[in-house]
């Protein structure tokens, strides 16, 4: 990528995400990026693919995010599960003030045939595949149902963040994950 696309998708990002997708167009952040609307179509060709980027980027930097901090977690499935908890606290106050970006653009993109679609869906199926994994290592016979369990209380957790009407909900939600965690292991144990 050219520092003048980089510029402009960085532009974009930041934009999209204190906006809305919408909101936002091509000429708006060619300004902030300090290039010309020719420059983003050359690079992009739309703005869809603009957003198509945008949120690839950020579920790109997520996931390495993540990694880290699952390799950095103590080795038991449970340790690692909170850690999905405890990453999306440490990103969400640095990168996701308003809330999950994914979660923001399905609210103005819930259309299947836009190009940003699988995007976003793609990173929530990916989200409930690493905690059915993850699901997997304490409880193989329940997998899906904690799985799903998990998911719902992450991404709850998100959404009432990005809406801000209850302290901490991530820290509220890890709490009720490492509850139902311990609720399993002594249904199991």
């Known amino acids: 990528m050219t520092p003048a696309a980089r510029r402009a998708l960085d532009a974009a ?12 167009g ?18 992009f060709g739309s ?14 930097r997520w996931r390495a995010f993540l990694a880290e901090r699952l390799e950095a977690a103590a080795p038991t499935p449970e340790a690692r599960i909170l850690a999905v908890f405890d990453a999306s606290e440490a990103w969400s106050a640095e990168n996701s003030p308003k809330g999950c970006s994914m979660v923001n653009a ?3 993109i819930s259309d299947p045939a836009h190009p940003a679609y699988p995007v976003i869906t793609g990173q929530k199926r990916w989200m409930l595949d690493l905690f059915t ?22 991404e709850g957790a998100l959404v009432a963040h990005g809406l801000g ?9 890890r709490r009720q994950a490492a509850a139902v965690l311990a ?7």
């Open 183 to 189: 609720a399993v292991r002594e249904q199991s144990g």
């Open 133 to 154: 994994e993850l699901a997997g290592e304490i409880t193989p016979e329940g997998t899906t149902g904690l799985g799903r369990t998990l998911m719902l209380l992450h």
């Open 26 to 43: 091509v000429d708006l952040i060619a300004a902030e990026a300090g290039v010309t609307k020719k420059t983003l179509y050359d690079r």
């Open 47 to 60: 703005k869809e693919q603009i957003v198509v980027e945008y949120l690839a980027d950020r579920d790109q």
């Open 106 to 108: 399905h609210a103005e």
């Open 165 to 173: 009407i209850l302290p901490d909900p991530i820290r509220h939600a």
């Open 13 to 24: 990002g930041r934009l999209f995400y204190e906006r809305g997708i919408h909101a936002v």
